[in-house]
């Protein structure tokens, strides 16, 4: 086994520590990664929070760039010194309708996450990227472009893929009226892609407050979900409304945004939903959702981003200040993505 070190909450504490970890000796298709900047989602917020039994213990992290350190005997892909990039999935059963179309986000046999998922071959724990070092199957990283911000590239590899994958799969381009509900992790790089592929973007948010930063972003106009009189003058407006608003809220406001054929796609909030099939029957209207990304889209959007520039709004803050950066996401405090700078851990 190889010892790195990261951060790590322990059975029914609810806050990170510095720990020593260990990570597998490599496998003839491993890289190891010396991580250097990792982004902090929320579902490392809900992870950390979570109760654990005595002995659990978890290590967040699954959007992070860094630099191969090391290759397995098989690895043809990198060498050492490469700079790469590592989303939240590391492994897959590669042989499933899913993983053969490239969706190995979707695997049949359920993906191995990058922390808190299951090793196939080992059965240990993954241990994820809140660490000074990572390995990972080399399939499983990409090449990070010449280009791209190391730090601001990080949540592309999670909140930039997840927004990518609808945008991609439903064609947005010229021509295209997208919306985008909610201005967040997710919501401000969905503004940002949206337009860069050049879509007419409009951010629909529940205050005036963000016209400003969303028009700063690229977007082109602001609806406000509090004005019933907007509202219904955009009724059937949009070709695409990406939602990313993280809680359960009523859809129907949005369903009637959409124009006939066009496609409500969730990808904030993920638990179960109502809606009345009549928001969807009048103008055959779609409901869809997406998740994450398959390796192929993952590279795609890494490309599209380096060639347009686009990479996320971020805070950088040394690793060690960790915990008072999931205090202040807990309460909404950041703008969009704080990213973990993990020098301090060498």
Not at 1 to 10: F, K, L, N
Not at 99 to 110: D, I, P, S, V
Request: charged letters at 25%; aromatic letters at 4%; glycine letters at 10%.
């Amino acid at each position: 086994m190889r010892t790195t070190v990261g951060w790590r909450a322990d059975g029914p504490v609810t806050t990170l520590r510095r720990a020593s970890l260990e990570r597998r000796d490599l496998r003839p298709d491993d890289i190891a990664v010396r991580v250097d900047h990792c982004g902090v989602c929320h579902t490392d917020l809900h992870a950390v929070r979570s109760h654990r039994e005595p002995g659990a213990s978890v290590v967040p992290g699954h959007e992070f760039t860094g630099v191969v350190t090391e290759t397995g005997s098989e690895v043809t892909r990198f060498a050492a010194g490469d700079p790469v990039a590592v989303g939240n999935i590391v492994d897959a059963c590669g042989e499933c309708a899913m993983c053969r179309a490239g969706q190995e986000n979707f695997c049949h046999a359920f993906p191995t996450l990058t922390y808190g998922g299951t090793d196939r071959h080992d059965g240990s724990t993954t241990l994820g990227a809140y660490s000074r070092e990572y390995v990972v199957r080399d399939r499983f990283a990409h090449r990070l472009p010449a280009g791209l911000d190391p730090a601001a590239a990080a949540p592309l590899l999670c909140a930039g893929v997840t927004v990518w994958e609808p945008l991609s799969a439903l064609g947005v381009g010229p021509g295209t009226r997208v919306a985008v509900a909610g201005l967040g992790g997710l919501g401000h790089l969905a503004v940002k892609l949206a337009v860069a592929l050049g879509a007419e973007t409009t951010v629909i948010s529940r205050s005036a407050g963000k016209a400003g930063d969303a028009r700063r972003l690229g977007a082109h106009d602001v609806l406000v979900s509090t004005d019933p009189d907007r509202m219904a003058a955009a009724r059937d407006r949009f070709d695409v409304v990406i939602d990313t608003i993280p809680a359960a809220h009523d859809l129907g406001p949005y369903l009637r945004l959409v124009a006939m054929d066009g496609t409500l796609t969730l990808v904030g909030h993920l638990g179960q939903v109502t809606l009345e099939a009549m928001d969807l029957l009048v103008g055959r209207k779609k409901l869809s959702s997406a998740g994450s990304g398959g390796r192929p889209g993952t590279a795609a959007l890494l490309d599209f981003c380096a060639e347009h520039g686009v990479a996320a709004d971020i805070e950088l803050l040394p690793s060690a200040r960790v915990n008072e950066a999931l205090d202040r996401l807990e309460r909404n405090d950041v703008r969009y993505r704080f990213v973990l700078d993990l020098s301090d851990l060498s």
